[in-house]
């Protein structure tokens, strides 16, 4: 059976398509002005010449960024942290949440309600650094896997995803076949839980990808340093340099030319440390929408 468009349907499709396509565009605007402007010449763009198309053309920018060894090996350690950050995380996070899911899981009120008292309350950055060198995990590559392991806001999304797409009727049906909780566990609820599962990874690997407040507090061994930090020295550098070569009244030439190779390293960052998040989240995207909102609707 066709069911035919109405003339109203067909206004109010072409508007909602038309609206649409501006919100799109408006997204999309942003990232590909950013891309444009890390190739093109700064002058250029701090006097409004390049809106849609890169104008005289220079890679100047991303040849000072990679200029320095320390960038890719803090690529390697970013994605060593974000790929064994994202392990400890589920690992943590989801069991918890499937205990918290079940009726008649033994204090499951109590652990909850302490749960959530961390949401509110925190010890407090010096409390927590002192922990920390206590554990032997200041200046230590894992206090960037371990330390923040799961999230409270996490577990309730995944413990109503639990509760809401694992029936008691299938765990009950499994324990008369004589299947243990953890067999029942690891054999059947998370193999149902692909979506779930695909948006904590998404959302844990994003805050790894993306964290430099906890290696710039506990990380002082350059080697260890990840991405995000070692970015950031060196558009720190950049621009202390141009601010030294404006002081000591250097040439006209080479002022210019430093200080456009830090404008273009500004968005030469931007770019590079957004590509490899931009390249996972197609792969997960068709989970993510299923994910949240069933896993935020209460069962």
């Known amino acids: 059976m066709v069911i035919r468009e109405t003339k109203r349907d067909r206004i109010f499709n072409f508007?909602?398509?038309?609206?649409?396509?501006?919100?799109?565009?408006?997204?999309l605007y942003p990232l590909w002005f950013i891309i444009i402007a890390s190739i093109s010449n700064p002058d250029l763009i701090?006097?409004?010449?390049?809106?849609?198309?890169?104008?005289?053309?220079?890679?100047?920018?991303?040849?000072?960024?990679?200029?320095?060894?320390?960038?890719?090996?803090?690529?390697?350690?970013?994605?060593?942290y974000t790929a064994g950050g994202t392990c400890v995380n589920l690992a943590v996070t989801l069991p918890a949440a499937y205990a918290l899911s079940r009726k008649d899981f033994v204090g499951r009120n109590f652990f909850t309600k302490m749960f959530l008292f961390t949401m509110f309350f925190s010890g407090g950055l010096i409390p927590t650094f002192l922990t920390v060198k206590g554990l032997g995990l200041y200046n230590n590559p894992l206090v960037m896997v371990?330390?923040?392991?799961?999230?409270?806001?996490?577990?309730?999304?995944?413990?109503t995803f639990f509760q809401t797409n694992i029936p008691d009727e299938l765990r009950e049906a499994a324990e008369i076949d004589g299947c243990?909780?953890?067999?029942?566990?690891?054999?059947?609820?998370?193999?149902?839980s692909t979506a779930i599962?695909?948006?904590?990874?998404?959302?844990?690997?994003?805050t790894h990808w993306n964290g430099y407040?906890?290696?710039?507090?506990?990380?002082?061994?350059?080697?260890?340093?990840?991405?995000?930090?070692?970015?950031?020295d060196i558009l720190m550098e950049s621009e202390f340099n141009a601010q030294m070569l404006q002081q000591g009244g250097d040439?006209?030439?080479?002022?210019?030319?430093?200080?456009?190779?830090?404008?273009?390293?500004?968005?030469?960052?931007?770019?590079v440390s957004s590509i490899p998040v931009m390249m996972i989240y197609p792969f997960v995207q068709?989970?993510?929408?299923?994910?949240?909102?069933?896993?935020?609707?209460?069962?």
Not at 15 to 27: K, M, P
Not at 197 to 206: E, Q
Not at 286 to 299: E, N
Request: glycine residues 6%; charged residues 15%; hydrophobic residues 55%.
């Open 251 to 271: 040439t006209a030439g080479m002022l210019q030319q430093e200080l456009r190779t830090a404008e273009q390293i500004k968005y030469a960052l931007i770019v």
């Open 213 to 232: 407040f906890t290696a710039m507090i506990y990380i002082r061994e350059e080697e260890w340093k990840p991405l995000q930090i070692i970015m950031r």
């Open 180 to 192: 243990s909780n953890t067999r029942f566990f690891f054999s059947i609820v998370l193999p149902l």
């Open 46 to 80: 701090n006097a409004g010449k390049v809106w849609l198309i890169p104008q005289d053309v220079s890679l100047d920018g991303y040849k000072a960024l990679f200029a320095d060894d320390s960038v890719v090996r803090g690529y390697i350690n970013t994605i060593i």
């Open 15 to 27: 508007f909602n398509g038309l609206i649409l396509t501006v919100v799109f565009l408006l997204c």
């Open 146 to 159: 371990i330390l923040g392991a799961t999230s409270m806001t996490n577990i309730i999304i995944s413990r």
């Open 286 to 299: 068709k989970h993510f929408v299923k994910g949240v909102t069933v896993g935020a609707v209460k069962g």
């Open 197 to 206: 599962i695909a948006v904590m990874a998404l959302f844990f690997a994003v």
